[in-house]
């Protein structure tokens, strides 16, 4: 992903845009699962997931030795960072300078898809990752002028928010809903709350 900011301006044309290059989070499924192989010495292991504020949602550090774990990853949609923590720096697979630790390894199971995690991380493995929606995506679809929304409840998206839907709607824009028609704002469709 490539993102542009513009500067401010100067008489040098080349200074007044950066360019860099960012690698979008990881997108899984509200049903995806952690799976931890733990070392000999578990208790050097913890795991946290962080919502975008940097809050502890969730916490684990009591694993059992040389044991498989499996974590579920069952969030809201939203936005949030993985920490594996090793208190021993050494990460959970560093099997060529200290055989007596063990091999562990880590990785994200979500439908289909296997994400292998580096196990010599060191101290801290930390993955950025989005439930719901692919950074720069929503996690409803879009809404369509030409579709009729029979569904209570149905979702979509209209110009970076999700509406959900009250009763029956027909060629009715989803940001002119009051408290009698038919759409109801949730929120921004990377989850977080509307401030308006």
Known sequence: MMVRATTAQDEIDSNNVVYSRIEAPLSISNSAQLHLLSGKFADETSVTIKNSKGEALKQWSQFN??????????????????????????????????????????????????????????????????VGYKLGGCAASPWQSEHAYAQVGERVSFQGII????????????????????????SYCDGSTLTY
């Open 65 to 130: 030795a040389s044991a498989e774990h499996t974590l579920d990853l069952d969030m809201p949609v939203g936005c949030y960072t993985l920490e594996v923590n090793d208190s021993a720096k050494d990460g959970l697979a560093f099997p060529f300078l200290n055989q007596r630790k063990g091999k562990g390894s880590i990785a994200i199971y979500d439908i289909d898809d296997i994400h292998q995690l580096p196990a010599d991380f060191g101290r801290q493995l930390r993955l950025p990752f989005t």
């Open 163 to 186: 509406y959900q839907a009250k009763h029956w709607s027909y060629n009715f824009q989803p940001d002119e809903a009051g408290p009698y028609d038919a759409w109801q704002a949730l």
